[in-house]
C-alpha cells in the first residue's frame, strides 16, 4: 500500500504569510494527489485535484505543485478563515491513504 | 442539492456491531464510486472501504473481513455494516462521492469531491 507523509505536523502563521505544506508518497503517484483543507468539527473540502488543479470555487492563493513523490500545497497569503487542518491523499491506486495532517494555527 | 447524509452512529459494546447509512440526494450513488472515510478522537482522516460503480468493493486492513461497504440502489443509500467493533474503531464516519474531479490527456482524475456531515461510533463497555 502506498503511504502519504507530510511535513510538518503543525505550523503557526500570521495572516498574510505565505504558507508552505509538504506531502511525500512513499512510490511515484504521478499527479494523483489531492489536497484537502478541515475545519475542527466539519467534513474535509476538496481543494485541489490531479497535484495542482484548484476544484471549482476555491481562492486562487491556493496552489499546488509537484509529481512523483513530492508534492507541495501553497497559501500564498494566508487569510484568517485558512486557519485549519490540511491532507493530502493519493488517488493513484485503491486504498486513497491520506497523510497524517498538518494543522494550521495563528501565531 | 448535491448531499450526503449519514445515520447510525451510537455507543455500542466491543464485539457488538452497527450498521450506519448514507443517504445521497441530488446524484445516484449507484452510477459513482462511494467511500467511508473515519477520524478518531483527535486523530487525523483513515480510508476505510471504497464500493465502485461497477460493485467491486476494498477495505483498509484495519477493517477488513469486519466491515462490509454495500449500497441498496432503490433507496440511493450506502451502508456500512460494522461486526466484531473494537475500541480502535471510535471514530467519526464519513461517507464521501469519489467522482471524476478531472482529466487530462485520457487520464482521469478523482476527489472525494462530496461529504456527508458524519456520524459518531463509539466502542466502549
Known amino acids: 500500500d502506498i503511504q502519504m507523509t507530510q511535513s510538518p505536523s503543525s505550523l503557526s502563521a500570521s495572516v498574510g504569510d505565505r504558507v508552505t505544506i509538504t506531502c511525500r508518497a512513499s512510490?511515484?503517484?504521478?499527479?494523483?494527489l489531492n489536497w484537502y483543507q478541515q475545519k475542527p468539527g466539519k467534513a474535509p473540502k476538496l481543494l485541489i485535484y490531479?497535484?495542482?488543479s484548484l476544484q471549482s470555487g476555491v481562492p486562487s492563493r491556493f496552489s499546488g505543485s509537484g509529481s512523483g513523490t513530492d508534492f507541495t500545497l501553497t497559501i500564498s497569503s494566508l487569510q484568517p478563515e485558512d486557519f485549519a487542518t490540511y491532507y493530502c491523499?493519493?488517488?493513484?491506486?485503491?486504498?486513497?491513504?491520506f497523510g497524517q495532517g498538518t494543522k494550521v494555527e495563528i501565531k | 442539492e448535491v448531499q450526503l447524509v449519514e445515520s447510525g452512529g451510537g455507543l455500542i459494546q466491543p464485539g457488538g456491531s452497527l450498521r450506519l447509512s448514507c443517504a445521497a440526494s441530488?446524484?445516484?450513488?449507484?452510477?459513482?464510486?462511494m467511500s467511508w472515510v473515519r477520524q478518531a478522537p483527535g486523530k487525523g482522516l483513515e480510508w476505510v472501504s471504497v464500493?465502485?460503480?461497477?460493485?467491486?468493493?476494498y477495505y483498509a486492513d484495519s477493517v477488513k473481513g469486519r466491515f462490509t461497504i454495500s449500497r441498496d440502489n432503490s433507496k440511493n443509500t450506502l451502508y456500512l455494516q460494522m461486526n466484531s467493533l473494537r475500541a480502535e474503531d471510535t471514530a467519526v464516519y464519513y461517507c464521501a462521492r469519489v467522482a471524476v474531479v478531472g482529466v487530462y490527456t485520457a487520464s482521469y482524475y478523482y476527489g472525494m469531491d462530496v461529504w456527508g456531515q458524519g456520524t459518531t461510533v463509539t466502542v466502549s463497555s
Open positions: 490531479a497535484a495542482s
Open positions: 512510490q511515484s503517484i504521478s499527479s494523483y
Open positions: 491523499q493519493q488517488s493513484y491506486s485503491t486504498g486513497w491513504a
Open positions: 464500493i465502485y460503480s461497477g460493485g467491486s468493493t
Open positions: 441530488g446524484f445516484t450513488v449507484s452510477s459513482n464510486y
